[in-house]
């Protein structure tokens, strides 16, 4: 099992990189445009100075808030109410998943709406088709292509590691199993006809219910970790595109709201894969990796926009592209994520389809959630 949770890890490092390093050198054959774009400029708002030290505030401020939302379900777990098998831990991921749905929907698409159709792009072919629709559409379907072959693959292995973990009594009584040529049920020799044939049968049942019941939670387990694994890729690459923005930009004004509306965000994103983490009980390595490529990708960001600041041009045709691209894909991942693993996989679960009532406070969970994060869009 250890293995298998290693090179998922590497994995979605190494995609990641990749698919920064391609998109930074795609749009050089795409953007040529001949219109001169400038940014905006508020002369009141426009501070290089102190916006400098808001930049290095939003650092730590962004790192501190990520950090806590990610760390609060591992140690949050210690209280009972709050383990992934009571209502309330469902009730707070419920809200956690509506925050991740809105990032995408209300915050990630519609900037990447406005980046590809920026009046300093050319209009063939940039205003002539919905690049972000279609980039979002086919990210979505990757991620579905990833996840389930993702899925394959551990199951396959998950079922391999169960075998091979099978106790030597019990390996003997299945290999002494054939079928009954009638009735097409599993029988087990035994010398005697009478008390032997119906005792076997017995312990045949229960070694067989026990052995199905240990897989089904393990490849569930596995599941499980998919999840987290898909789900912080997606939040890691979306993460570096906010952080190059806030990083890049001189506007004070912008960056305050910014500032606030991240640092809203990041916790609370961070519970929501926090608790998925928790779900897949990852070891304090594993989680601690994973929690810490979360909290810095955003200040990585940040920093990233501030060294780059002289060359990087918000408003540049090759930076309207790549940051465009780069949201329309995180968009994608991010709405599948919360539609497909976290909220259906939740809400279609044995747990929620038994009660009805845990079924409306989980939906206004997500509700609020949602809401809350889409009123932050105005002003991030």
């Known amino acids: 099992?250890?293995?298998?949770?290693?090179?998922?890890?590497?994995?979605?490092?190494?995609?990641?990189?990749?698919?920064?390093?391609?998109?930074?050198?795609?749009?050089g054959a795409l953007s040529q445009s001949s219109k001169d774009c400038k940014p905006e400029s508020d002369n009141a708002c426009t501070d290089k100075n102190k916006a400098l030290d808001l930049k290095l505030?939003?650092?730590?401020?962004?790192?501190?808030?990520?950090?806590?939302?990610?760390?609060?379900?591992?140690?949050?777990?210690?209280?009972?109410?709050?383990?992934?098998?009571?209502?309330?831990?469902?009730?707070?991921?419920?809200?956690?998943?509506?925050?991740?749905?809105?990032?995408?929907?209300?915050?990630?698409?519609?900037?990447?709406?406005?980046?590809?159709?920026?009046?300093?792009?050319?209009?063939?072919?940039?205003?002539?088709?919905?690049?972000?629709?279609?980039?979002?559409?086919?990210?979505?379907?990757?991620t579905l292509m990833v996840d389930s072959i993702t899925t394959s693959v551990f199951t396959r292995s998950g079922r391999k590691d169960m075998r091979a973990r099978v106790p030597a009594d019990t390996a003997e009584v299945v290999s002494a199993e054939t079928p009954d040529q009638e009735t097409g049920h599993v029988q087990i020799h035994a010398?005697?006809?009478?008390?032997?044939?119906?005792?076997?049968?017995?312990?045949?049942?229960?070694?067989?219910?026990?052995?199905?019941?240990?897989?089904?939670?393990?490849?569930?387990?596995?599941?499980?970790?998919?999840?987290?694994?898909?789900?912080?890729?997606?939040?890691?690459?979306?993460?570096?595109?906010?952080?190059?923005?806030?990083?890049?930009t001189n506007n004070t004004c912008t960056i305050k709201g910014l500032i606030a509306a991240l640092c809203f965000h990041q916790m609370f994103e961070g519970m929501g894969l926090g608790g998925c983490i928790l779900q897949a009980e990852y070891g304090w390595v594993k989680k601690a990796v994973m929690a810490f490529f979360f909290a810095v990708t955003t200040p990585f960001g940040v920093a990233l926009g501030m060294a780059l600041s002289k060359t990087y041009k918000e408003n540049?045709?090759?930076?309207?592209?790549?940051?465009?691209?780069?949201?329309?894909?995180?968009?994608?991942?991010?709405?599948?994520?919360a539609l497909v693993d976290l909220l259906a996989a939740d809400f279609m679960g044995q747990k929620m389809q038994r009660s009805?009532?845990?079924?409306?406070?989980?939906?206004?969970?997500?509700?609020?959630?949602?809401?809350?994060?889409?009123?932050?869009?105005?002003?991030?």
């Open 1 to 27: 099992m250890r293995k298998m949770t290693k090179s998922p890890l590497i994995f979605s490092a190494a995609v990641t990189v990749l698919l920064l390093l391609s998109l930074s050198h795609f749009p």
């Open 316 to 337: 540049s045709p090759d930076s309207l592209i790549t940051v465009g691209l780069l949201n329309a894909s995180s968009a994608g991942l991010l709405i599948y994520m």
């Open 191 to 248: 010398s005697h006809h009478g008390h032997g044939h119906g005792h076997g049968h017995g312990l045949n049942h229960n070694l067989h219910g026990d052995n199905e019941k240990e897989l089904g939670s393990y490849l569930q387990l596995l599941r499980y970790r998919v999840i987290a694994i898909v789900l912080e890729l997606g939040i890691v690459v979306h993460s570096i595109v906010i952080g190059l923005s806030v990083g890049a």
């Open 356 to 380: 009805i009532k845990l079924q409306l406070k989980s939906y206004a969970a997500v509700l609020l959630g949602a809401g809350g994060m889409a009123v932050m869009a105005k002003w991030a």
């Open 57 to 142: 505030i939003a650092i730590f401020t962004i790192l501190i808030t990520s950090l806590i939302g990610v760390c609060l379900p591992f140690f949050a777990r210690s209280v009972s109410a709050f383990q992934p098998d009571k209502s309330l831990f469902l009730i707070i991921k419920s809200f956690a998943s509506g925050i991740i749905l809105s990032t995408g929907f209300m915050h990630v698409l519609p900037d990447s709406f406005d980046m590809l159709s920026s009046p300093c792009l050319d209009d063939n072919p940039w205003h002539k088709f919905p690049f972000t629709g279609f980039v979002a559409m086919i990210s979505a379907v990757f």
